[in-house]
């Protein structure tokens, strides 16, 4: 079986055949999905989803370029605390972007980590050019439990989430050509701290590049995680879905 760690089922991208993108999802062995939050909105969406749908969880965030009006931060609580909510995020900052300003990034991902800490649920955190600010807030805040999403970091930055225990997970961009040192990085991430994701509708896979992303796809990224470090997908599938089974606390 495949988990994708990171879909965004909400987005308006789906909405015309969402039933059509989880059945395929389960044809491709995808039994277990989290989608994940970046507003309010989007939040109360993806809860939605998850209620309706087997083999579905979510996480409510509100996503860094939201920092400037994040809206209702405490809002988060409530969603925090519902039944198939298996993390908070997705949360974090970017500096590629910048759509927010930093100190709102700082502030709001800061909320959003004692919003989680406090729910006892794990951090979905995204994380773009930015590594050295989010590991020192994270050790500020420690211990949490998390993942860092689509993951395209180098040797150092692994070692600063691995110190952490945090998970890192890998998206469709380890399948582009030009993504050799990633995958040269990734061969260095213990397996026991790998996930898998789509991150969809964005960022499909070599494969199915310029199309719309779905979970059905991160099998495609799963075999290039294999190749890279070569092992058997199957190893790469089993130990990413047990991982995000133990920080999710999710089972089918
Ligand atoms: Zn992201
Ligand atoms: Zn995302």
């Known amino acids: 079986m495949l988990t994708d760690s990171?879909?965004?089922l909400d987005d308006p991208a789906f909405a015309p055949d969402l039933p059509d993108v989880l059945r395929r999802a389960r044809e491709a062995g995808v039994g277990r999905i989290v989608t994940i939050g970046t507003s309010l909105e989007s939040s109360r969406r993806a809860r939605a989803i998850a209620e309706r749908e087997p083999g579905v969880w979510f996480s409510p965030g509100?996503?860094?370029h939201e920092a400037d009006a994040p809206g209702d931060v405490d809002a988060l609580r409530e969603l925090a605390g519902h039944p198939r909510a298996v993390a908070v995020g997705e949360t974090g900052l970017d500096y590629v972007k910048n759509y927010s300003s930093v100190p709102n990034q700082k502030a709001l991902f800061v909320r959003q980590l004692e919003i989680a800490a406090e729910a006892g649920k794990p951090v979905s955190i995204h994380c773009r050019d930015a590594h050295g600010d989010c590991l020192s807030i994270l050790r500020a805040h420690a211990p949490l439990r998390g993942v860092i999403h689509c993951f395209t970091g180098d040797a150092a930055a692994v070692e600063g989430y691995l110190s952490l225990n945090f998970f890192l997970?890998?998206?469709g961009p380890v399948t582009y050509p030009n993504a050799t040192a990633l995958?040269?990085?990734?061969?260095?991430?213990p397996l026991e701290n790998l996930l898998v994701e789509t991150d969809c509708p964005l960022l499909a896979p070599q494969p199915r590049r310029g199309t719309r992303n779905e979970p059905a796809f991160v099998e495609h990224t799963a075999a290039a995680i294999a190749?890279?470090?070569e092992i058997p997908v199957g190893e790469v599938r089993a130990a990413t879905t047990a991982n995000a089974a133990r920080l999710f606390g999710?089972?089918?």
């Open 227 to 229: 190749a890279a470090r």
């Open 6 to 8: 990171h879909a965004h």
């Open 183 to 189: 995958r040269e990085t990734l061969r260095h991430i």
């Open 169 to 171: 997970s890998i998206a």
């Open 250 to 252: 999710i089972a089918s």
């Open 62 to 64: 509100i996503h860094p």
